[in-house]
């Protein structure tokens, strides 16, 4: 129908510091839970999981009992929490999450190193080619999982957060394990194997926790539903 002559009021963008505000706001929350993520892992990295060692009965070599710890089973959260992230808000701010959790996490070291809190960075953390091995594969990880969520979102709902937290996990177990300190053997390979069939168990368990929260955690408008 003819609008009768009245004017229509044009809807105004929202201003550029109103944008920036919102922005901080919505990264709040995902930084401070990538941050937490990664501090639960550093704290558990001691506590072996002897249960694992049941995979020796398929093969010797794959007896993870030696290396495998709590922090890395629970290291796989961060990928849930980026599926979160990138579900709501989309790739770009999810990738701004992650570089602020990065440099959260950084400058909280840095603090600690000359508040005196940390002696020894790698008595305390870890040797400095561990620790940038760790950064870099898993930084490559997370842009590969934000990248794969982005590109598979839509229906089926469950086929980016499952591919997502899969290939981050499959690709930081690669990059993080075939540093040019490590020897490639036939160890090396299982130890791949037995990574990349645990990061497969958490992206098929994390599609539980998704489904429970997909009615709360909603993609705004302009991106397509996952």
């Given amino acids: 129908m003819l609008d009768r002559g009245v004017d229509r009021i044009p809807v105004r963008r929202a201003g550029f510091i109103s944008r920036v505000v919102t922005s901080i706001v919505r990264l709040i929350l995902p930084v401070i839970a990538l941050c937490a993520a990664f501090a639960l892992s550093f704290c558990l990295r001691d506590m072996r999981v002897p249960e694992l060692a049941i995979l020796s009965e398929i093969d010797p070599i794959l ?11 629970v290291l796989p959260v961060v990928f849930f929490i980026l599926n979160l992230t990138s579900r709501r808000y989309g790739a770009a701010l999810a990738l701004t999450a992650a570089l602020l959790a990065w ?6 070291l840095f603090w600690a190193l000359r508040e005196g809190l940390i002696g020894d960075f790698q008595e305390a953390i870890a040797p400095y080619a561990v620790a940038a ?10 842009l590969v999982n934000i990248l794969f969520f982005d590109w598979l979102r839509g229906i089926p709902w469950w086929k980016a957060p499952f591919f997502a937290a899969l290939a ?3 690709v930081f177990a690669i990059v993080f394990n075939t540093r040019p300190a490590l020897v490639w053997d036939s160890e090396l390979g299982a130890r791949l ?8 168990s958490w992206a098929l368990a994390q599609l539980l926790p998704t489904a429970i929260l997909r009615r709360t955690i909603r993609p705004l408008p302009g991106f397509g539903g996952a």
Avoid: T
Avoid at 133 to 142: D, E, K, P
Avoid at 193 to 200: G, M, N, P, T, Y
């Fill in 168 to 170: 981050g996990g499959v």
């Fill in 193 to 200: 194997a037995v990574e990349s069939l645990i990061h497969f």
């Fill in 133 to 142: 091995s760790f950064v870099g594969a898993m930084a490559v990880a997370q």
């Fill in 63 to 73: 007896d993870p009992s030696d290396w495998a710890n709590w922090g890395f089973l």
């Fill in 103 to 108: 440099l959260a996490l950084g400058g909280a």
